[in-house]
């Protein structure tokens, strides 16, 4: 099993994860031509894909969905609510539903949908399997609750939303209304509220970590990096962090 992003944060987002000859797809944030360009970086033929799982309709996780499912003749997975909201962006292409709690198989993968507090539809993330390793994919939710902290326990990598740190959200150019949605229950996690929902987590077996989806205004890096290192107990370098314009390469487990 192994797994690598095309982009992550607040202008597009995309992480491949393929297992036993099955290769997904999590959201497709960016233009068909970019995320061809960004899978060959990463060896990849967008024929070669199986399927692209939808966490929810915001632009900047499904805005490239519809045109590259329908170029490649890709499967669309999703909840239906995001399937009802993320409607214009899917165009002709029909999503096959799913229902948050309920795992369900793709091939050699199992996945497992969790229910997310965020300003959308039906959002989830997900935690996928092969059987033998277990990945958490969580890029937009607003507060950690005790399903969720629940179901990423024993994960062997985790990817996990490090969206601002608090000070500079309050001190930075968004107005006051955005300001209020990024740091609200329906937003996004700040640096502290991860490391939080970290250290509610069981990461015995852990063996990758991504800091994600960081805000190019409101973060840095580094202080996503501190946060995780300090919840987890390990030095920063440890953990790694997902950018915006490259994501990532690719982590086996």
């Known amino acids: 099993m192994r797994f690598a992003s095309l982009g992550s944060g607040s202008r597009g987002n995309a992480l491949v994860v393929e297992a036993g000859g099955t290769r997904v797809l999590i959201d497709c944030g960016f233009s068909v031509r970019e995320t061809e360009r960004r899978l060959t970086r990463i060896g990849i033929d967008p024929a070669g894909i199986d399927a692209i799982l939808v966490t929810h309709e915001h632009g900047d996780h499904a805005a490239g969905v519809g045109a590259l499912a329908r170029r490649y003749r890709l499967a669309v997975w999703s909840t239906a609510g995001t ?7 899917f165009g002709a292409v029909e999503a096959a539903t799913f229902a948050n709690h309920a795992e369900f198989v793709l091939g050699a993968l199992a996945v497992e949908p969790v229910p997310v507090p965020h300003d959308a539809r039906e959002p989830c993330q997900f935690i996928l399997s092969d059987g033998d390793c277990r990945l958490g994919v969580v890029t937009d939710v607003g507060r950690a609750t005790p399903y969720l902290c629940s179901a990423l326990g024993g994960c062997d990598a985790l990817v996990l939303e490090f969206n601002h740190d608090e000070a500079l959200l309050a ?20 640096n502290r509220q991860a490391a939080s929902l970290l250290a509610q987590v069981d990461t015995s077996r852990l063996r990758h ?17 501190d946060a995780a290192a300090g919840a987890l107990g390990c030095a920063p370098g440890w953990v790694s ?13």
């Open 83 to 89: 399937a009802l909201a993320a409607a214009p962006m």
């Open 209 to 225: 970590f991504v800091a994600a989806h960081l805000s190019e205004r409101n973060n840095t890096p580094q202080l996503a990096r």
């Open 241 to 253: 962090v997902a950018d915006q314009d490259t994501g990532f390469g690719w982590r086996e487990l």
């Open 171 to 190: 001190a930075g150019a968004y107005p006051p209304l955005l300001k209020a949605r990024v740091g609200g229950d329906l937003g996004h996690l700040s």
